[in-house]
């Protein structure tokens, strides 16, 4: 793959901040990145045929039911106006180039890659990503069964499995293990996490009998 | 990568007086699973992006007195769920079902399907549909491991289409709309294998938008059969699409496109001609494989690929009228 940039990321981090001050920045504060978002301004829905950009727009993305404010370019996808303008880092950015899984969130119920859908295209459509899915301090049931059943090594694909999981179980609440197989075949692991991931998935399935998936 | 302006009509006339007269300037996005990449990778670098999945006609999959119509937009997951295509042309069904990925096959249109551009490294690196540098072609001795057996250059990509093999043998069309008007071309004439860097490897221009695929009526038994290196999220190494009209148990008429071997898809009339007045068993399954890959011209890493899709014919043949090996 090739590995250039773009020459110009259109925001970043403010301040030179590291990701890890970056996120932890984010549990004490919040605000100070969600300045943009606190916005109360109406977003007009963008009339038909009118052209938008190539500069920044204002957009509402629907984010674990909540409108969140932005404003990015057009070229701006959806999991880097998650990552770098509403500071949610769960969906990853590994391949960007919809391949591996790692930035898998649900769009309108369906599992998607995010970093294939532009931001201003996924307006009016409820997002789903890996902050929405603990309720409080408790692990949502998928989430459990990832960490009971050894789904995660290094960690960095794990988010977009249990997402693409998550979309998974919604639509196949009683899977098989060679269902499980085929409907993760999105996701890759280059730990070789594989194995552990579909027990959690069927442990995750097991768990959730009865109870509301969600 | 590059700033573009954007734009999401809300009807087909809009979106076509929004479209450059010449490839390049201005891009049609639906599903995005190659558009984006394409544009990361500064491969294409429209200065207008417009998107089409706000045209409501060109969505949903209806049964017509001709035969079947898929909307452009129509996912490549509806493709492999529905119903009537299921039962009436499991090729097609077969052929989207093929695609490992969730994700893609929720993103994934139909059209997109059709007018993705190659994967072919040599291009997604920069170097052209035809792959050369300082004039030379790259293929032929490099690595080719994943490149055409059939076509004799001077491009070597193969078709990346699912669908393009299973419409080929179905007989369907599609519908290229423009300002001026529309037309509706065979899929077998949809394809192109370009002889120069300024031809596009499908027949669509730039100020059209194909806006749906036409399949006549069934009465055919069809199936698609890809072989594949993993379970997950990689292309196939060769495909076999076939569909047969019978009488009974013989086959009245038969039609074998190969996938994955070529820049277009590739029919392959001899085990289309040898399978008519036959009926399918393991044999003569085997007999159109061999006839299918006549000809090939493998490279110096590829010619795995002619036992792949001999195989992949004869499984597709079985498969289709539910024979076993």
């Known amino acids: 793959m090739n590995s250039r940039k773009d020459p110009k990321l259109p925001v970043r981090p403010s301040g030179g901040v590291s990701r890890r001050g970056f996120v932890s920045g984010l549990g004490i504060g919040g605000g100070a990145l969600g300045t943009g978002l606190l916005e109360k301004e109406a977003v007009a829905a963008p009339a038909p045929a009118n052209l938008i950009g190539p500069g920044p727009a204002a957009i509402t993305l629907t984010i674990n039911g909540k409108p969140v404010n932005l404003k990015v370019e057009p070229r701006v996808t959806l999991l880097d106006a998650l990552r770098n303008y509403i500071g949610m880092t769960g969906a990853k950015n590994v391949c960007d180039r919809g391949v591996c899984g790692a930035c898998t969130v649900i769009m309108a119920g369906k599992t998607v890659y995010s970093c294939a859908v532009l931001a201003i295209d996924a307006q009016g459509k409820n997002i789903e990503t890996i902050e929405g899915l603990a309720a409080g301090n408790s692990l949502h049931p998928i989430s459990a069964a990832f960490v009971a059943n050894d789904g995660q090594q290094c960690g960095y694909c794990t988010s977009g499995f249990v997402m693409a999981a998550k979309g998974f179980l919604d639509e196949h609440p009683n899977p098989t293990m060679d269902d499980v197989k085929h409907g993760l075949g999105g996701n890759l692991c280059r730990c070789g996490t594989y194995m552990g991931v579909r027990k959690a998935v069927i442990e995750a399935a097991a768990n959730m009998k009865g109870a509301k998936n969600g | ?325």
């Open chain 2, 1 to 325: 990568m590059q700033a573009f302006e954007y734009a999401n009509p809300a009807t087909l006339p809009d979106a076509l007086g929004l479209l450059a007269s010449e490839w390049g300037p201005t891009d049609v996005l639906a599903g995005g699973t190659d558009l984006l990449s394409l544009m990361k990778e500064y491969l294409h670098t429209p200065k207008r992006v417009v998107n089409i999945k706000g045209i409501k006609e060109l969505a949903g999959i209806q049964k017509t007195g001709a035969g079947l119509r898929i909307g452009a937009l129509v996912t490549m997951d509806e493709i492999a769920t529905n119903a009537e295509i299921r039962n009436e042309y499991k090729s097609l069904a077969d052929a989207a079902a093929g695609i490992p990925s969730p994700q893609i096959r929720h993103m994934g249109t139909a059209g997109g399907d059709l007018c993705q551009r190659p994967r072919c490294w040599y291009y997604r690196q920069g170097f052209g549909l035809l792959a050369t540098k300082d004039g030379q072609p790259l293929v032929p001795d490099g690595e080719n491991k994943y490149h055409a057996i059939f076509g004799g250059g001077p491009a070597y990509f193969v078709s990346a289409s699912s669908l393009g093999p299973a419409l080929i043998a179905l007989g369907a069309s599609v519908k290229l709309v423009s300002a001026k008007g529309s037309r509706d071309v065979p899929a077998a004439k949809f394809f192109v294998i370009p002889k120069d860097e300024r031809t596009r490897e499908i027949a669509l221009r730039p100020n059209e938008i194909l806006t749906e695929i036409l399949v006549p009526g069934a009465a055919t038994k069809s199936a698609t059969y890809e072989v594949r290196q993993k379970e997950a999220l990689d292309w196939p190494l060769a495909v076999a699409a076939v569909a047969l009209r019978m009488n009974g148990a013989t086959v009245t008429s038969a039609k074998v496109v190969l996938g994955h071997v070529a820049p277009i898809p590739w029919e392959a009339a001899a085990a289309g001609k040898l399978l008519a007045g036959k009926t399918i068993t393991a044999a003569t399954a085997e007999a159109a494989g061999k006839a299918a890959v006549e000809g090939a011209q493998p490279l110096s890493q590829n010619a795995y690929k002619t036992q792949l899709a001999k195989v992949a014919v004869k499984r597709a043949l079985l498969d289709a009228v539910k024979a076993r090996a």
